[in-house]
């Protein structure tokens, strides 16, 4: 063999050797990457879960939270608290979140994804599956067949909220609680209302009344109304004329608002 054959081979040689090199490095970056991605998934759909869990308590409060200023622009201060809650006080209680925040190495581009980045991208899964699931709410609570009867008290509110809704009211569930007793409130050319819902299989009684009559004094409303799918007893009727609180069952709703407009 020539000396310029030898030198020749072991140029070719080191250049083959310097490419299997890269190309093993290569590789196990590729692996390496692909377990982090693979980890970072698996972390992300176990918390994923957690939300989902949850996800008919954070509808309905998605529901009560939001609301619509006099333009029709949703106003989300109040539902971004209770996201920014949540996530604190509920996921980061569960191991699998600290895991997913603070064990699974992601990287992109411009560099790792930041436990900051990673509490966001957890809220917009929050809101998300929120959305989701209160659209599916309010679908299901105008459903033609739907058995009134068979709701839970909560799901009556919402059922009653969107009737109003679908008669011109503009309705808002309230929260859950500090609001002195207001089920929804709602209004409709200039009045304001407040409605009491009761899902109640016995008579509704004196109670109920009494209950809008101060709601309606809190919210300082024009009209107080008792929902309910049950009836009323004579006492509650007889309180109810003598403080003009109307008393109605829920098919009553579509034409309610007949009493307001002109």
């Keep these: 063999m020539s000396i310029t054959a030898f030198v020749i081979g072991l140029v070719v040689f080191f250049i083959w050797s310097r490419n299997e090199i890269k190309n093993k490095e290569k590789k196990?970056?590729?692996?390496?990457?692909?377990?982090?991605?693979?980890?970072?998934?698996?972390?992300?759909?176990?918390?994923?879960?957690?939300?989902?869990?949850?996800?008919?308590?954070?509808?309905?409060?998605?529901?009560q939270l939001i609301r619509k200023d006099d333009y029709g622009n949703e106003l989300l201060e109040d539902w971004n608290k209770e996201v920014s809650y949540f996530v604190e006080n509920v996921l980061r209680k569960e191991s699998v979140t600290s895991h997913f925040l603070f064990n699974c190495p992601m990287s992109l581009d411009d560099g790792p994804v930041s436990v900051e980045s990673k509490l966001y991208y957890l809220q917009r899964e929050v809101d998300r599956i929120a959305e989701w699931e209160s659209s599916k709410i309010t679908i299901e609570a105008t459903h033609e067949g739907l058995d009134v009867d068979k709701l839970s008290g909560e799901d009556f509110e919402i059922y009653c909220a969107n009737i109003l809704g679908q008669h011109g009211?503009?309705?808002?569930?309230?929260?859950?609680?500090?609001d002195q007793g207001i089920d929804i409130f709602a209004e409709i050319n200039g009045v304001t209302a407040i409605f009491q819902c009761k899902r109640y299989s016995q008579p509704i009684g004196n109670s109920?009344?009494?209950?809008?009559?101060?709601?309606?004094?809190?919210?300082?409303?024009?009209?107080?109304?008792?929902?309910?799918?049950?009836?009323?007893?004579?006492?509650?009727?007889?309180?109810?004329?003598?403080?003009?609180?109307?008393?109605l069952h829920y098919a009553e709703l579509g034409g309610f608002s007949k009493i307001f407009i002109s």
């Design 169 to 178: 009211w503009d309705a808002r569930l309230t929260k859950a609680s500090g």
């Design 208 to 247: 109920a009344v009494q209950e809008a009559i101060a709601a309606k004094s809190f919210a300082r409303s024009d009209v107080a109304a008792v929902v309910t799918n049950s009836v009323f007893t004579k006492s509650a009727k007889e309180l109810a004329q003598a403080t003009n609180v109307y008393l």
């Design 28 to 63: 196990r970056r590729e692996e390496k990457e692909e377990r982090e991605i693979q980890e970072f998934n698996d972390a992300a759909n176990k918390v994923v879960s957690l939300i989902l869990f949850h996800k008919r308590t954070l509808a309905v409060k998605r529901i």
